[in-house]
């Protein structure tokens, strides 16, 4: 029994690492892959183009613009001179906003009369655009109390008395709310779903396609140990994956890994489960490997969209939020971003491997149910 | 004893009935040829027989045991060479036979030993390390040969082992048989050439799903019910539609002759000149011929083998 499973290994292992170019696909693009996304994938909005129809041209707007300028949010990239300008540069997209102050800002400023300012959003992008709201909201917040503080002091020489209420508020565990932080686990996870099920989905029907299946139906192979066989090194090869990724992810990218490496590859050992199973289901229903490569994509598309990694859960209708307590990659996304950004262990995070250990047997056990020795 | 007993062994496969109440006997050490054209049921004979497809209707038994329900008891004692190369040919030769000697249980002791024979027996040694993928043809399937023989196995079924072999690797192939029966391995192997079939102890004629006779080869070509006469003249072609147009028995066109199965010989003789004579065909020769299991197969399978 052992020793059959072994060679099943054994000639696995033989069969996926002998190809350079696979071995490169195994273990390269991962790497290259994380590499990229972790520089250019990014939900902070910062050096956001704007451009200013400044009417008034006071001191006033200068003062405006230049915290503006100076919060690192917003580069001014024109100045613009006429209405209809405003039209253009919003087309073209050259910039994402315009700033628009009237003629008389100043003298309304200082005439106590409230000047008003206009921001003009490209709402084509609505999260770059509310993002970018908010900074200007909170930009002209600031300047608006210190010129009142300004105006206190000198008018009064009384201070400002403190706001009734003052919300500071602190991000825990991702201190500088680096989107990176927050995305290169999220990568890693779909990286490893990507490889394990598209890997497994080929390998029972790539079999059946090139012929060996029948000449190994002969055998006595038992179908454990052919299921086993065909899956365990892929698991394997997830493994090493993770730890390649996740050494990048911490000594290059500098993402903290507060939590147990340990822990987290056990996370990982019961998320393959079910990426695994997943593969060989869609593996034993298929009978070509094109086939198998349509419906593992068509598989993994709602597993990435429908696991929080980019669309928060708490914002779907009720129906779908229950049912991505089935999609494994939601429970490791909290598993993973928990050990590596909040440290947590088993204690917090049993739930999730849990529900990751009754997905991955539940889909495993499919898998080899529909597995047969004998052809139809 | 008999190796390979089947009883009504049917097979449907939706409306269409790949194999029709087979019953066979085959005997231990005999070498025992399925012979029939493409989509006969050959191969789904063979699949029912080593375990891998259950039939419709029937029972088979192989070496003793029921091939549905001891099916996986009968693996361990057969060797099968699918009709398609089955072996990986990402693989070595050397790393395929370690591979199915380790899923049939090999004993190590002596194991060594026996894949050297086997890839000496299949003139493989030197190619040990060659990728299956890159043999030739002919060597592909003696490495078939040598993965289904790792294990010893007591009957060997082989699915037209030699298709689109070429005729000296076949003539190997068929020696390497030859030497098997030797040591009392019961071989079923199924063919659609016909010169093959006669290298058999006996065969089984199969057309569409059913046994249309089995018997040793001469057996089968003593079947052939009148006396088989061979005619050369002109334009055989036109000839021969000429002579299917008359009541004579089964016409069958072989290159420039013409084979006529005649109920009684002088008839025959008497009858086929008259109709070349009538359309003015000059006659060459016309001669009594041994039959040749192409003749039977002709007599038997008219609509099949027709030009």
Request: glycine share 8%; aromatic share 8%.
């Amino acid at each position: 029994m052992l020793e059959r499973l072994y060679r099943m290994l054994v000639k696995e292992f033989i069969q996926v690492l002998r190809n350079p170019r696979m071995r490169a696909v195994l273990f390269g693009m991962p790497l290259v892959q994380v590499l990229v996304i972790g520089y250019a994938v990014s939900t902070d909005v910062r050096h956001v183009a704007l451009a200013v129809y400044d009417l008034d041209r006071t001191p006033a707007t200068r003062d405006l613009l230049a915290r503006f300028e100076g919060s690192g949010c917003f580069d001014i990239v024109k100045r613009i001179g006429s209405e209809a300008e405003i039209q253009d540069v919003l087309d073209s997209g050259e910039a994402k906003a315009v700033l628009r102050l009237n003629r008389g800002f100043a003298e309304d400023l200082s005439g106590g009369r409230g000047a008003r300012a206009q921001l003009l959003l490209d709402g084509s992008d609505s999260n770059t655009a509310s993002v970018v709201m908010s900074y200007a909201s909170r930009l002209s917040a600031d300047y608006n109390r210190a010129i009142m503080e300004q105006r206190f002091s000198r008018t009064a020489g009384l201070r400002l008395e403190a706001e009734p209420i003052a919300l500071v508020s602190r991000a825990w565990f991702n201190t500088n709310l680096d989107s990176r932080n927050f995305f290169v686990p999220g990568v890693l996870a779909m990286l490893v779903a990507i490889l394990t099920v598209i890997l497994s989905s080929m390998s029972i029907v790539r079999e059946r396609e090139i012929g060996t299946m029948e000449q190994i139906m002969v055998t006595p192979i038992g179908r454990l140990e052919f299921i086993l066989g065909k899956t365990t090194p892929f698991a394997v090869i997830g493994l090493v994956d993770v730890a390649l990724i996740a050494l990048l992810a911490v000594f290059w990218f500098q993402i903290p890994l507060a939590g147990n490496p340990l822990f987290l590859f056990l996370g990982t050992g019961l998320y393959l489960m079910s990426t695994l199973g997943a593969g060989l289901f869609i593996s034993t229903v298929s009978s070509t490997q094109q086939q198998a490569m349509m419906t593992a994509f068509f598989f993994l598309l709602p597993v990435f969209m429908l696991s929080g990694f980019v669309y928060p859960i708490a914002n779907m209708p009720e129906a779908v939020q229950w049912l991505t307590l089935l999609n494994p990659l939601r429970h490791y996304l909290v598993i993973i971003r928990g050990v590596f950004l909040k440290g947590l262990g088993p204690s917090v995070l049993w739930p999730q491997m849990l529900a990751l250990a009754g997905l991955g047997s539940g889909m495993l056990i499919l898998a080899a149910g529909r597995f047969r020795k004998t052809m139809v | 004893m008999e190796t390979v007993r089947t009883r009504a062994l049917t097979r449907r496969f939706g409306d269409l009935v790949a194999l029709d109440q087979l019953n066979l006997a085959v005997e231990e050490g005999e070498i025992f040829g399925l012979v029939g054209p493409d989509g006969a049921g050959k191969t789904t004979t063979m699949r029912l027989l080593t375990g891998i497809l259950e039939p419709s209707s029937g029972e088979a038994w192989v070496d003793g045991l029921h091939a549905v329900r001891e099916a996986e008891a009968i693996k361990d004692r057969i060797g099968y060479m699918s009709q398609r190369f089955g072996l990986y040919p990402d693989l070595t030769v050397i790393e395929n036979i370690d591979f199915y000697a380790d899923l049939y249980e090999v004993p190590k002791a002596g194991r060594n030993e026996r894949i050297e024979r086997l890839l000496a027996f299949s003139n493989l040694t030197p190619f040990k390390r060659r990728l299956a993928g890159n043999l030739s043809g002919g060597m592909k399937q003696k490495l078939g040969l040598a993965c289904a023989l790792v294990h010893t196995p007591r009957v060997l079924f082989l699915d037209e082992p030699t298709n689109g072999v070429d005729p000296v690797s076949r003539r190997d192939f068929w020696r390497i048989l030859y030497q098997l029966q030797q040591e009392r391995v019961t071989i079923f192997v199924s063919t659609a050439y016909l010169d093959e079939a006669e290298r058999c102890n006996r065969i089984g004629l199969l057309h569409r799903g059913r046994l249309m006779a089995c018997d040793t080869v001469d057996g089968v070509k003593g079947l052939l019910q009148g006396a088989l006469l061979e005619v050369r003249c002109d334009s055989p072609r036109r000839a021969a539609i000429l002579l299917r147009a008359t009541d004579l028995g089964g016409v069958a066109l072989f290159g420039d002759r013409i084979h006529v199965l005649v109920p009684d010989i002088d008839q025959g003789r008497l009858s086929i000149e008259a109709v070349l004579r009538a359309e003015g065909i000059p006659c060459h020769g016309l001669q009594v011929i041994e039959p040749s299991l192409e003749d039977v197969f002709t007599s038997a399978i008219p609509a099949v083998t027709h030009v």
